[in-house]
């Protein structure tokens, strides 16, 4: 009996674990299901210059808390034409960063309390989890898409400013 009840478990079992039946759609795959693209949100305008002049304008999505720092850009798919994450810090100190769960490759452009930029991290790889360091201490971060900072020749020594949009 015991034999009997095991074998109807079993098959039960394996009936449930079955493919859904054709007039039903397969639910999705974990990864598309669990795939979410976070759009970019401009609250603000960067400029980079050098020798006074400003040669580049961005768009950036300013990251000022613990939560908007530790997300940055992951689960994005890619950033608009001349757009860039901007990070602040509270105080300007050695810096740390990390790409597990970011889907496009980055430039990381440290940048120190008084704007100039000090060190720029190239072609840094995605869903990555080895640090990155600022390479001496940095207030700000600006993430743009790989191969930016090159295209646009932005160099250590250029220097940043940033404005937040007004808010209603």
Known sequence: MN???????????????????????????????QRVNIPFRSDGTLTISRDDEVYLTLDIEIA?????????L???DGLPEDSGMWFIFP?????????????????????????????????????????VPSNGPSQ???????GYSDSMGIIEGDVIAFERHATE
């Open 3 to 33: 034999r009997i009840l095991t074998a109807l478990l079993l098959a039960i079992l394996v009936a449930a674990c079955g493919t859904p039946p054709a007039d039903e759609p397969a639910a999705p795959a974990e990864d598309d299901a």
């Open 64 to 72: 000022d808390t613990d939560s908007t720092r530790n997300r940055g």
């Open 74 to 76: 992951m689960q994005r």
């Open 91 to 131: 105080e300007e100190t050695e810096q740390g960063f990390w790409m597990a769960n970011t889907r496009i490759a980055l430039d990381l452009i440290f940048v120190r309390s008084d704007g100039t930029v000090q060190h720029i991290a190239k072609y840094i790889q995605p869903m990555n989890t080895d640090t």
């Open 140 to 146: 700000y971060v600006l993430e743009v898409e790989a």
